[in-house]
């Protein structure tokens, strides 16, 4: 079966500091994208970052980056200079061979002031 | 306003009842889909739709019935309503439906079954 495996619940973080929330996952494709999303307490699902598998470089994005590690099928979140507005709900997921999204549970952010 | 909307944005209901939720979406986009998100999951996908009077099935479709007359509407229908349909529903959308896309989100119904 194909997972994700968010095994954070929960992280928290002091404003200012620099956190990762970490994902893996399985599956037999070789060419695939990974995502993370975000889920604000509005529960809008805005996505956050998106690498694709075929590449080595890491995807950024301002103060968001992954680590991607194919072989080990792990593709954590890095967010750096943590803000208050960041707190939400984290979600990975990637795109199975049909194009439909696979999705973890979900890890809880929480920015300590 | 441009975007993906949903309506209700809350739903109270009773089991049995017929209960739809609304989806509606101003991109022209050609995928759209519906997720639920259950406490202590990611969001499980219900059906999709590639272009207007085409659907197919997701992870969990028992219970549930969409249909696309038009482009811009992905309904989803709850034919009979049970307990374990409560759950909160988003409705998504993208251009093309290609692995690389971004789906776009609409803000979500809140299901709750008596």
């Known amino acids: 079966a194909q997972t994700v495996t968010q095994s954070q619940p929960e992280m928290s973080v002091q404003e200012a500091e620099t956190v990762t929330l970490s994902c893996t996952y399985d599956t037999s494709e070789s060419d695939y994208y990974l995502f993370w999303y975000k889920q604000p307490p509005s529960r809008q699902m805005i996505l956050v970052i998106r690498q694709e598998a075929y590449k080595q470089q890491n995807a950024t994005e301002n103060r968001f980056s992954v680590n991607f590690q194919k072989a080990a099928k792990s593709f954590s979140l890095k967010i750096s200079d943590s803000q208050l507005g960041d707190a939400a709900m984290y979600f990975c997921a990637y795109t199975d061979s049909n194009y439909q999204l696979i999705w973890g549970a979900g890890t809880k952010l929480i920015i300590k002031p | ?114």
Request: net charge neutral; glycine share 8%; with cysteine.
């Open chain 2, 1 to 114: 306003d441009a975007g993906i909307t949903q309506s209700p944005r809350y739903k109270i209901t009773e089991t049995g009842r017929q209960v739809t939720l609304m989806c509606h979406q101003t991109w022209s986009h050609s995928y759209m889909f519906w997720y639920r998100q259950d406490l202590g999951h990611g969001l499980r996908l219900i059906y999709y739709s590639a272009a207007a009077d085409i659907t197919d099935k997701g992870e969990v479709p028992d219970g549930y019935v969409v249909s696309r007359s038009k482009t811009e509407n992905f309904p989803l229908t709850l034919e009979s309503a049970t307990r374990s349909q409560t759950s909160v529903y988003f409705c998504a959308s993208s251009e093309w439906g290609t692995a690389q896309e971004t789906q776009y989100f609409g803000p979500g119904t809140r299901l709750l079954v008596l």
